[in-house]
């Protein structure tokens, strides 16, 4: 039997009777749209994040588009992107018509490297989309003091970190995703915080802002039938809420498993020649959407051989944006991406999920460590 990378069938057997209940709910009701339990699972994430305003949409490629055409962000405008992320988050850019300015990140964390984000900020900036890559927060009291300084947007992209806290230096505590004017997320099945099909939020803390998104969310009307802008038409359907409203209830067991899977790992793998296990970074928890490692040299064929092992792992992700036939040509590029560059040709994500079995993972690294030898 192989080691797959996730178990979502063993996630979802431990609560089927309270997910199969609400499921049924909602088809007794039949409001598949719009049913009460969107805004009940807008109202229990505002709770838990501590943020003012929820707006479910259909996924995170759309929360983060929405979140754009919300700033009124204009063709030709710059948005500041790491170059080792997702493809959807510079991929909206492009959507838009706007300029992806590629940044690098920093090789221990994956995450935005501040120190390039000043020298790519052109008088056409508009915003920067800090990625909370692998699940923890990016440094965000010094990016939102740089976006301050050059009056930028700072749009999180929290598709990967949803529940990982951010403390900033004199103490506070608050969560990835609502320290930004906006605030993206993703309940993709394999997200942490994941539904059953896809589904999406995006949070704010502006008023003004939260109603603009949610006109953006249904085609820019706020009285039906009455559109004032061009909108899109992005909505969480009711059984995925339905879904979330029990699975949030669970996010935190669910987050602490998986920094125990992390912690095990790292002690499992200190020592093997040539493994580098990712750094945490201090100043945010860590809720491991990923355990990725970096693999000197021969990454390629450590995969290989685990293969042969029977046990699954990934590539997060195989190119930076810069490399990519999609990017290239659109993107505007003002420092060095060499740390996207080698982070491509070296990580290997290792099975993590909140299934994870304790002799799985002492399989998993005794594989690494014999190819290692
Ligand atoms: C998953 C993901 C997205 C997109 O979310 P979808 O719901 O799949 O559209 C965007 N950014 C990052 C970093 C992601 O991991």
């Known amino acids: 039997m192989a080691i797959p990378m996730l178990d979502l069938k063993g996630q979802y ?34 709770e838990y994040l501590n943020s003012r305003y929820v707006i479910a ?8 588009q929405i979140a ?18 997702y493809a959807a988050t510079a991929e909206v850019v492009g959507l838009l018509g706007l300029v992806p300015v ?24 508009k915003a920067i989309v800090p990625v909370h890559l692998f699940g923890q927060t990016c440094d965000m009291e010094r990016i939102m003091e740089i976006a301050g300084r050059h009056n930028l947007f700072v749009i999180e992209d929290n ?14 505590e608050v969560y990835a995703g609502t320290i930004g004017h906006i605030g993206c997320t993703s309940f993709f099945p394999t997200k ?30 706020k009285v039906k039938y009455f559109h004032d802008i061009i909108g899109c038409n992005s909505r969480l359907d009711t059984i995925q809420a339905a879904v979330l409203n029990i699975k949030l209830s669970h996010l935190d067991e669910y987050s602490v498993a998986r920094y125990r899977f992390a912690q095990r790992y790292k002690q499992l793998l200190k020592g093997v ?32 051989y685990l293969t042969e092992k029977g046990i699954t792992s990934m590539i997060y992700y195989p190119m930076s944006l810069n490399n990519q ?8 590029i003002r420092v060095s991406l060499d740390n996207s560059e080698y982070l491509a040709d070296q990580v290997l994500s290792l099975p993590m999920h909140t299934e994870l079995k304790d002799e799985d993972q002492i399989t998993i690294c005794k594989a690494i460590s014999d190819f290692c030898k």
Not at 159 to 172: I, P
């Open 192 to 221: 942490n915080l994941g539904c059953y099909g896809d589904g999406g939020a995006i949070f704010t803390q502006d008023k003004e802002l939260a109603s603009k998104i949610r006109m953006v969310t249904d085609h820019g009307q």
């Open 325 to 332: 036939k999609a990017f290239g040509k659109i993107s505007e």
């Open 13 to 46: 057997k431990k609560i089927k009777p309270e997910i199969d209940a609400a499921i049924q709910q909602v088809l007794d009701n039949s409001n598949f749209i719009n049913g009460s339990e969107v805004n009940e699972f807008e109202i229990n994430l505002a």
């Open 102 to 125: 590629l940044v690098d990140v920093d090789p221990g964390t994956f995450n935005i490297k501040i120190e390039d984000i000043e020298p790519s900020i052109s008088n056409k900036t």
């Open 273 to 304: 020649d040539g493994i580098i296990v990712p750094e945490e970074s201090g100043n945010s928890t860590h809720v491991y959407h990923q355990f990725t490692i970096l693999v000197k040299g021969r990454r390629d064929e450590l995969r290989q």
């Open 68 to 85: 754009m055409m919300a700033l009124e962000l204009k063709p030709g405008d710059e948005v500041i992107v790491p170059a080792f992320t």
């Open 159 to 172: 598709a990967q970190a949803l529940g990982a806290k951010y403390t900033y230096s004199d103490g506070r």
């Open 57 to 64: 949409c259909a996924n995170g490629t759309d929360a983060l």
